[in-house]
């Protein structure tokens, strides 16, 4: 019995590093060549795995490119608590602050914004379950870090101010420079207002939410 449970436990270790092989190697062509481009059967390849045996861990590439998505979107959790800690004193060294940490992970940015609008339609019923409640569960944490950095903050006003820069965050950076040169995309700076850098046109609405968050009951 000792036996068998040893080989079971071993299995699912196995499992473990096969499912993040697929999904590293799913952003590996996410890197290369874009989300639209990547193909089920190309991450397959990627881990020289046939298609049927892809099939074992992951039912489509939206729920490999789900659980790349919670990777980094922890990993962004992670980083804001070591990047901050204590009551903020300096309100416009945080927004710059919160800025920068936010574009270290271009990738979560990216992938977040069309995770309703294009992801999300065509995974599975429970791997969008699971992304629903992880989201949560982050969301809550990052509230609980910002009622450390504000303490005079309420529990409202905390929640409003991670929903808040996040839906901010999401529409801005696709509309960015740093994510139009990451994904060689045209860029036109005499046309219209120009395209900007995802900090210089942050920070003012961090700067605003701030001070509006004041109001708010």
């Given at each position: ?193 120009g395209t900007k850098d995802f900090v210089s046109l942050y920070i003012p609405f961090l700067e605003v939410l701030l001070k509006g968050l004041d109001k708010?009951?």
């Amino acid at each position: 019995m000792k036996n068998a449970g040893f080989l079971r436990a071993r299995g699912e270790e196995q499992k473990k590093i096969r499912r993040q092989q697929i999904v590293d190697a799913a952003a590996s062509l996410y890197a290369e060549v874009g989300y639209d481009k990547v193909t089920f059967s190309k991450i397959g390849r990627k881990v020289s795995f046939t298609r049927l045996n892809l099939y074992n861990y992951y039912s489509c590439k939206e729920d490999i490119f789900l659980t790349l998505l919670l990777q980094d979107r922890w990993n962004t959790l992670e980083d804001a608590r070591n990047t901050f800690s204590g009551a903020v004193t300096d309100q416009d060294a945080f927004c710059l602050e919160w800025a920068k940490m936010l574009l270290r992970h271009q990738r979560m940015m990216a992938l977040f914004s069309i995770a309703n609008t294009v992801i999300l339609k065509d995974a599975s019923s429970e791997m969008h379950k699971r992304f629903r409640l992880e989201i949560s569960q982050i969301s809550d944490e990052l509230i609980k870090l910002v009622q450390e950095l504000f303490p005079a903050f309420t529990p409202k006003q905390a929640s409003f101010f991670v929903e808040s820069e996040s839906s901010y965050a999401l529409t801005l950076y696709p509309a960015s420079l740093e994510y139009k040169k990451r994904m060689h995309i045209e860029i036109f700076k005499d046309v219209g207002s120009g395209t900007k850098d995802f900090v210089s046109l942050y920070i003012p609405f961090l700067e605003v939410l701030l001070k509006g968050l004041d109001k708010l009951d």
